[in-house]
């Protein structure tokens, strides 16, 4: 079992940055990929960028490419996401979630947090 817990969501101006925490209990948190995903309101629930358990391979979508970086502190238990030059379309709640892979479907995900939400005001 894993349990996942996010923080550093907030309102920020467009072109801000934000960074997003999401803590991990459990014990295969090291083995595991680590993906965020956000959901806006009346929108599905989309892929954002996903890490391998070592942190040598990452995917992210094409609407964040050169904006966000992802990245994993083993030690810690934690998963990152740094978020620059953030727009408004970028306001969703962003959840972290545990995998088998880095792919940019929900279905290789696991468990899931509760979410951070994330506002970005133009």
């Known amino acids: 079992q894993v349990q996942l817990v996010e923080s550093g969501g907030g309102l920020v101006q467009a072109g801000g940055s934000l960074r997003l925490s999401c803590a991990a209990s459990?014990?295969?948190?090291?083995?595991?990929?680590m993906g965020w995903f956000r959901q806006a309101p009346g929108k599905e629930r989309e892929f954002v960028a996903a890490i391998t358990w070592s942190g040598g391979r990452s995917n992210y979508a094409d609407s964040v490419k050169g904006r966000f970086t992802i990245s994993r502190d083993n030690a810690k238990s934690t998963v990152y996401l740094q978020m620059n030059s953030l727009k408004p379309e970028d306001t969703a709640v962003y959840s972290c979630a545990v995998g088998s892979g880095i792919a940019p479907v929900s279905s290789a995900y696991t468990y899931w947090g509760q979410g951070t939400q994330v506002t970005v005001s133009s």
């Open positions: 459990g014990r295969t948190f090291s083995s595991r990929a």
